[in-house]
C-alpha cells in the first residue's frame, strides 16, 4: 500500500513511565526519516489537548541529535498526558466532528498515541471513526505501561524499568533490614491493581547472592489473611529480619481489594487503591506483636530514570520507530508489539496486531509463574523478567543532578 503524504500527530496516555519519552523518540526518529511526513505535532496532555487544539510542531524542536538523546534520558510524560476516555463515535458525533476538523485543519494523515490499556481503546474507537468517515488516515497505537498487562505483545516499554528499580530498591532494603537481631517484618507494596507483574520482579533482587524477599504475593492468587499471618510466622521462624512484597491490587476470595479506599474510582472505572502494605501492617502488629513497618514505592517505580534499563529503553525507542514503519507501510487500527526470539540468548524483534485484539483487555502473571502456595514466583517466572532489566543508561548529569528535557509551549 502506497504511504500517505501529509503530517503526523502523537500523543502520551495514562500514567507515566521512565521510558515512554524514549518510545516519543521513537517516533520522532520515524517521522523524520519518512519522505511522506512532513511535520510531526505533539498533543498536549493526549487526546484532550487534542481537542483543544494544543498542538506543538515536534520537527522543528527536535533539530538536532543531543535534543532527541535527550529526550530518550527523560522520564515521564514530555507532551503530559491525561485519563480521558472517548465514547463511541456513534453516541458522541460532536466531539468525532471536532476530531476529524483539527485532523482536517492540519492535515494529519497519521495518528500515533503511547499508551496502556485504555488508551488503546481511543485508538480502536478513532481507527474506526475514520473508516466510517472515509477520512484517510492511519491510526497506530505504540505500547506503554509499567504494569506490563497489555495483551499480545510478549512486554511493554516502562515495565522493565520500573521491575529494575524495584529489584534493586527491595535488595538495598533487605541489606538495611538484615543489621538487627530484633524480630521484624517489612511489608513492600508495589504497583499493580489487576497484574502483579512488578511485584514479581521484586524476586529478581537476589540475583548475585541467593537473598529475596521471604514473601511474595500477587492479584492473580486470591489473599488469605489467615495464610499470611502463618507464612510471616514461618518465615520468622527462620530469620528475625523478613520482608514481604505485596502488589498494591491483592484482594480476597470475594474479590475485595485490602487495600482498596472508599469507593472513588477513576476516568475509567478503575477503583482507587491505597494502603495494602498499611492494611497489612495493622494486621502483623495485632497479631504477631513484632516490630512492623509498610513500605510505599510509589511514584519512584515509574520515574526513576537514573536506574533505567538499557534493554527496555533501547526497545522503547524501536517500538515507536516501528510504530511509525508500519502506518507508513499501510497498517492503521493496530499496535506496534515486541516479540521475543527464541534461543539461548534474549533478543526481540517487532511486529504490529489488531488494535480490538487488545484493547481493554488485562494479561495478568500465568498461575504457572507463581508457585502452589500463591506466595513466591518460580524460576520460570524470573527466567522471563531477568533480560528486561539488564543493562543501564547513563544519565546526563548537569551540576550532579540529571539533565531533564523540557518541551517549550
Not at 103 to 110: E, Q, S, T, V, W
Not at 115 to 140: F, H, P
Request: one cysteine or more.
Amino acid at each position: 500500500m502506497k504511504p500517505l503524504y501529509g503530517n503526523a500527530v502523537v500523543g502520551q496516555s495514562g500514567g507515566p513511565t521512565a521510558a515512554i519519552n524514549a518510545t516519543l523518540a521513537g517516533v520522532v526518529r520515524g517521522c523524520a526519516e519518512a519522505d511522506c511526513i512532513k511535520t510531526l505535532y505533539g498533543m498536549r496532555n493526549g487526546i484532550e489537548g487534542f481537542l483543544k487544539e494544543d498542538l506543538t510542531d515536534l520537527s522543528a524542536f527536535f533539530d538536532t541529535e543531543e535534543k532527541i538523546s535527550l529526550l530518550e534520558r527523560t522520564p515521564a510524560a514530555a507532551l503530559g498526558s491525561c485519563r480521558r476516555r472517548l465514547k463511541d463515535h456513534t453516541t458522541d458525533k460532536e466531539t468525532y466532528e471536532r476530531i476529524l476538523e483539527i485532523l482536517k485543519k492540519y492535515d494529519i494523515r497519521y495518528f500515533f498515541y503511547i499508551g496502556g490499556n485504555d488508551s488503546m481503546d481511543t485508538v480502536l474507537k478513532l481507527s474506526n471513526y475514520a473508516k466510517d468517515n472515509n477520512y484517510e488516515l492511519r491510526v497506530v497505537g505504540i505500547p506503554k505501561t509499567v504494569d506490563n498487562d497489555l495483551m499480545v505483545t510478549d512486554h511493554t516499554p516502562g515495565f522493565g524499568s520500573a521491575a529494575k528499580y524495584i529489584a534493586v530498591s527491595v535488595k538495598e532494603m533487605l541489606r538495611d533490614v538484615a543489621v538487627y537481631e530484633i524480630p521484624a517484618v517489612t511489608i513492600v507494596e508495589i504497583m499493580g491493581r489487576d497484574a502483579g507483574w512488578l511485584t514479581a520482579a521484586s524476586a529478581l533482587s537476589s540475583v548475585g547472592d541467593g537473598i529475596g524477599p521471604d514473601l511474595i504475593y500477587l492479584p492473580e492468587v486470591d489473599f488469605d489473611m489467615d495464610a499470611f499471618i502463618a507464612d510471616v510466622r514461618s518465615a520468622l521462624s527462620r530469620h528475625p529480619a523478613v520482608l514481604v512484597s505485596v502488589s498494591e491490587g491483592i484482594r480476597t476470595s470475594d474479590g475485595e481489594y485490602v487495600g482498596a479506599k472508599g469507593s472513588a474510582t477513576d476516568a475509567f472505572g478503575h477503583k482507587q487503591l491505597s494502603g495494602a502494605g498499611k492494611v497489612l501492617e495493622g494486621f502483623v502488629k495485632g497479631e504477631i506483636g513484632c516490630k512492623v513497618r509498610s513500605v510505599e514505592l510509589n511514584l519512584p517505580q515509574r520515574c526513576a530514570a537514573h536506574l533505567a534499563s538499557l534493554t527496555d529503553i533501547s526497545e522503547s525507542v524501536s517500538v515507536g520507530k516501528h510504530g511509525v514503519m508500519a502506518a507508513i507501510s499501510g497498517e492503521s487500527g493496530v499496535m506496534a508489539t515486541i516479540l521475543r526470539c527464541e534461543g539461548e540468548n534474549y533478543s526481540a524483534t517487532y511486529g504490529t496486531a489488531d488494535i480490538a485484539s487488545i484493547a481493554n483487555g488485562v494479561r495478568s502473571v500465568p498461575r504457572d509463574y507463581i508457585n502452589e502456595a500463591g506466595n513466591y514466583v518460580t524460576e520460570e517466572c524470573r527466567a522471563y523478567l531477568l533480560p528486561l532489566i539488564e543493562g543501564e543508561v547513563a544519565p546526563v548529569f548537569e551540576q550532579g543532578v540529571p539533565k531533564h528535557i523540557i518541551i517549550p509551549r
